[in-house]
């Protein structure tokens, strides 16, 4: 059954593929962004949208035909979680629905739109999903405040523990907040009009009157003569892509790194860049998992990825090392490693040590690796150097050597006399050679590896 977007009817649970099934679930397809997308909504009224038996096996039914169909799947969620009358029924309802997601996670874009409480196991379904939007009356948890308390005594309310902000900046399960169910909507609308159906088809190219020629002479003098000064990563982003158009994705999580959708000489692109404004684009364990969860989702519908890259390096410290930083360090690597969209890669200013080599360096597989003059590519920076290599020497001695270390080794030309940059472009070249490169590379096809897949460092 087709639905028109603009039905009202859905306080009762009369449709879905066709089917009257009882329970807190409607189900139907509806045209967005010019497509055939399947909706799946929750009902909070009665009950408080408990998901029952027959809800689990109402979303699982409509995720099949999403899969099977090749439609993306469109998820607003609220659920007070598993109907206590169902009982042991309704968590396997919610198992079934929860293995049907997964298989479709990569196959076709999942959107979730969050508008009210998702509480206990159903609240993974929020994991499962590409993109995720709250509004501000939503909440999301696994054990909720009352749990809480009882097992460590401190009390918090449910606003604090996973409310919309507590999502978007804590934990990263928000990718987009949303004031009300419409502007909820209005997101999911302007997504799903730049991704493709499914990982089978590629991103309808727009004409854009934005030309690729354009010079960003803005670029110039963006860069600090400093070596610690900052600037805004996503100014630089605004005047590469069309029309200064950019879809921030997790804007407030790990927020050292920027990731987001946006469009470059017409073409669907994703984009990912370090940030020197936030903790001077240190990577980090949220930031690592950021941005390799975003690479993957570029690489699973076939959007050309452009690296920014000015990082100094993995954050240091006991904390970071213990809570993981190899394991989720390599996270990022990893999918890089993997991916087999076109992907190029522009070094703005700091490139040291294995933050430039996850950051898509020539050594990862990138296509294409540009440079700007003020980039420094190296194993570690001439401060760090001269801590190593100079400790016994005077002040002025490791003065000395870390100037005369900038001047030799902290420039983009011995990388581009050995292959390991393609080109060392002006700033305001920028969009230009961008453009020129994503056209010789849209069409880049790669092998598919031959295990039933990879065992990634999660």
């Not at 998992?289 to 989702?297: H, I, M, Y």
């Not at 200013?349 to 950051?359: D, E, F, N, S």
């Not at 690796?369 to 002040?395: C, D, H, K, Y």
């Not at 050679?433 to 999660?458: F, G, T, V």
Request: include cysteine.
């Amino acid at each position: 059954m087709i639905l028109d977007r603009n039905e009202t009817s859905r306080s009762q649970p009369q449709f879905g593929l066709g089917i009257r099934i009882p329970g807190s679930t409607v189900t139907g397809i509806e045209t967005i962004a010019g497509r055939p997308a399947m909706v799946i909504s929750s009902i909070p009224a009665p009950n408080r949208g408990a998901l029952t038996q027959e809800d689990g096996i109402k979303i699982a039914n409509a995720i099949k035909v999403a899969v099977k169909n090749e439609l993306p799947i469109v998820l607003y969620l609220s659920t007070s979680g598993a109907s206590i009358h169902d009982g042991i029924a309704a968590l396997n309802g919610w198992g079934r629905a929860a293995r049907e997601l997964a298989a479709a996670s990569g196959v076709v874009p999942i959107l979730a739109g969050l508008f009210g409480p998702a509480v206990s196991g159903p609240a993974l379904l929020l994991g499962l999903a590409d993109i995720v939007i709250s509004t501000p009356d939503s909440y999301a948890f696994v054990s909720g405040p009352e749990m809480v308390k009882g097992y460590t005594g401190v009390e918090v309310a449910a606003v604090d523990l996973g409310g919309s902000y507590t999502l978007a900046t804590k934990t990263g399960v928000s990718h987009l907040e949303a004031q009300n169910m419409q502007e909820m909507k209005e997101q999911v609308e302007e997504i799903l009009s730049i991704l493709p159906r499914s990982t089978n088809y590629v991103s309808q190219v727009i004409e854009t009157n934005d030309p690729v020629g354009r010079l960003c002479d803005s670029l110039t003098s963006l860069i600090p003569n400093s070596p610690t000064g900052s600037y805004d990563v996503r100014d630089i982003i605004s005047e590469i892509v069309d029309d200064e158009y950019f879809l921030e994705l997790r804007p407030l999580w790990a927020p050292q790194l920027v990731t987001g959708i946006a469009r470059i000489g017409g073409h669907a692109v994703g984009i990912l860049a370090n940030q020197p404004r936030v903790l001077a684009g240190t990577l980090d364990i949220p930031a690592s998992q950021k941005g390799a969860r975003f690479v993957r989702f570029c690489d699973a519908f076939n959007l050309p990825l452009i690296s920014l890259e000015d990082t100094p390096g993995f954050l240091p410290g006991k904390d970071v090392e213990w809570r993981g930083m190899i394991r989720h360090g390599a996270e990022l690597a990893f999918s890089y490693a993997a991916c087999g969209v076109p992907r190029i890669c522009l070094i703005l200013r700091k490139a040291y040590g294995g933050a430039y080599i996850v950051m898509d360096s020539k050594g990862m597989g990138s296509d294409v690796v540009f440079a700007w003059p003020s980039a420094e590519i190296a194993v570690m920076g001439a401060q760090g150097a001269a801590q190593i290599l100079m400790r016994r020497a005077t002040n002025q001695e490791r003065a000395q050597y870390q100037e005369d270390y900038q001047a030799r080794y902290l420039t983009p030309y011995i990388a581009a006399e050995r292959g390991f940059v393609d080109e060392v472009i002006e700033p305001r070249d920028t969009r230009k050679s961008i453009a020129l490169a994503l056209e010789l590379i849209i069409a880049k096809k790669e092998s598919i590896r031959m295990a039933k897949h990879a065992n990634s460092p999660m």
